[in-house]
C-alpha cells in the first residue's frame, strides 16, 4: 500500500467515476483502475462497486476510505512541515522539449509558489534526456511529443523506463517564420513554398535519430539545414536568416515577442503533446500546479 493509492480512492470516491477520477489525478485509466485493484487484492477487501454507470463505495470500503484520509492528512503536515517549512529551499525540477507554454507555467509555479527560498530548474534539452531525466527522477516532470511516425519508439522508452504519458493537447502541423518572411502574409502554406528557405532544427545530441525530433515530418531531405541547441538561437536565426521551423503553432507573444509568426502547414499529421511523469512517484504539490499551469496556457491555445 502505497499514499499514492490511497490518493486514488479518495479521488475515485470523490469524482464517482474512474474516468473523471484519472483525469483529476493526470493519469490514464487504465493505469488507476490497476492500482486500485492491487490495492483491493492486497488489503483483502472491495473499495468500489463498479456499475456502468460508475463506482460506488462499499461498505468495508468507506471505512478504509476513512483511514485513508487521515492517512494523507497526516503526510500533508509531515510534508508541509519538512519539506516546506520556512528556512527551507521548495525544490521542482521539470525538464521539457522547446516550448513557450513551458515557460509561461513555471514562471507562473515560482510567482505563486515560490516564496522565500527555492531551488527551481526548467531544463529544455533534448529529447532522450528527458526521458532519462524522469526516469531517474532528475526531474519530477517532463515535457514532449509523439506522433504516427515516432510513437512506437517513443511508447517503448517510456515503458521501459516505468513513466507514463498523459496528453496536454493535440496539434496541427504550423511553421514558425519571421514576421517579415513573405510566408507570414499566407494563410496557409505548403510543403513546396518551404524549399527556398533555409530549415532550422534543434540538435539531439548522440540520440540523434529521426525518432527523437522535436519536428515532425523530419525524415524529409531539406538543402539548407541548421541544427541549434536552444529557443533564442533558433528564433535569431529565422530572422536574420529568414528561415523556417516546423512545430505546434503554439507561441506566446508576451514572451517571444511580435516577430515570430506561427503559420497552419497543409501537411497531414498530428502532434500529440503531453507530460510524462514516473509511476512509482507521487507528484508535489509543486508538481500539481505546475500541471495545472501548463493546462491553462495549453487549452487556450
Known amino acids: 500500500m502505497t499514499l499514492q493509492q490511497l490518493r486514488y480512492i479518495v479521488e475515485v470516491a470523490k469524482s464517482g467515476t474512474f474516468m473523471e477520477a484519472a483525469k483529476n489525478l493526470f493519469l490514464s485509466q487504465p493505469s488507476l483502475t490497476k492500482s486500485i485493484k492491487e490495492l483491493e487484492k492486497e488489503m483483502g477487501i472491495l473499495i468500489f462497486d463498479r456499475t456502468n454507470k460508475g463506482v460506488s463505495v462499499t461498505k468495508e470500503g468507506e471505512v478504509f476510505l476513512g483511514y485513508a484520509r487521515q492517512v494523507l492528512e497526516q503526510a500533508a503536515l509531515l510534508e508541509e512541515k519538512y519539506k516546506n517549512h520556512v528556512g527551507g529551499k521548495q525544490e521542482f525540477r521539470v525538464s521539457t522539449q522547446h516550448y513557450s507554454f513551458a515557460v509561461n507555467a513555471f514562471v507562473d509555479l515560482i510567482k505563486e509558489c515560490g516564496g522565500e527560498e527555492y531551488d527551481f530548474s526548467l531544463r529544455e534539452t533534448q529529447t532522450f534526456s528527458i526521458i532519462d531525466d524522469v526516469s531517474r527522477m532528475k526531474s519530477e516532470i517532463g515535457i514532449l511529443y509523439y506522433n504516427a511516425f515516432n510513437q512506437m519508439v517513443i511508447q517503448k522508452l517510456l515503458k521501459a523506463n516505468d513513466l507514463e504519458f498523459t496528453e496536454l493537447f493535440t496539434a496541427r502541423p504550423h511553421i514558425f517564420v519571421s514576421a517579415n518572411n513573405p510566408l507570414a502574409k499566407q494563410a496557409v502554406v505548403d510543403m513546396e513554398d518551404l524549399v527556398q528557405y533555409p530549415y532550422l532544427s ?37 530572422i536574420g536568416l529568414n528561415g523556417y521551423t516546423v512545430c505546434s503553432g503554439v507561441i506566446d507573444k508576451e514572451l517571444n515577442g511580435e516577430n515570430i509568426i506561427a503559420v497552419p502547414l497543409r501537411a497531414e499529421g498530428e502532434m500529440h503533446i503531453g507530460v510524462i511523469t514516473h509511476k512509482k512517484a507521487v507528484l508535489s504539490k509543486l508538481g500539481i500546479y505546475y500541471i495545472d499551469a501548463l493546462k491553462k496556457y495549453t487549452y487556450r491555445n
Open 202 to 238: 534543434y540538435e539531439q545530441g548522440e540520440h540523434n535519430s529521426f525518432y527523437f525530433s522535436e519536428e515532425i515530418f523530419s525524415t524529409i531531405q531539406r538543402s539548407k539545414n541548421i541544427r541549434v541547441m536552444d529557443r533564442a538561437t533558433l528564433f535569431n536565426l529565422l
